[in-house]
Nanobody
Framework: QVQLVESGGGSVQAGGSLRLSCAASGYTVTEAWFRQPPGKEREGVAGSVATGKHTYYADSVQGRFTISRDDAKNMFYLQMNSLKPEDTAVYYC????????????????????WGQGTQVTVSS
């Protein structure tokens, strides 16, 4: 069993930056960030597999968001730059101890471990 604890988030104006952090209580090999805008389904934003050897991004955030991890601290991060109002959502970190692929990293149901969620609000 792995517990994930998120930190970061908050309110920022369009064009600004935020960094989300997720602390894991155990070893994981696949990490991801998801978001759930108001009234919409949860969607994959960024994924990292095999200690960052493979990273994946949703088209909507490609070039603006970066997922990274710090193995020494058992933490992973989501750096969000050039934020837009449409990035407003509750953001969740997720992880697993199995390797996912480019086809499965964004499948919500595959992840057994989830953070508590943190609100990100981007104003125009």
């Amino acid at each position: 069993q792995v517990q994930l604890v998120e930190s970061g988030g908050g309110s920022v104006q369009a064009g600004g930056s935020l960094r989300l952090s997720c602390a894991a209580s155990g070893y994981t090999v696949t990490e991801a960030w998801f978001r759930q805008p108001p009234g919409k389904e949860r969607e994959g934003v960024a994924g990292s597999v095999a200690t960052g050897k493979h990273t994946y991004y949703a088209d909507s955030v490609q070039g603006r968001f970066t997922i990274s991890r710090d193995d020494a601290k058992n933490m992973f991060y989501l750096q969000m730059n050039s934020l837009k109002p449409e990035d407003t959502a509750v953001y969740y970190c997720a992880a697993d101890q199995v390797f996912f692929s480019s086809y499965t990293w964004s499948t919500t149901a595959r992840y057994p471990y989830w953070g508590q969620g943190t609100q990100v609000t981007v104003s125009s």
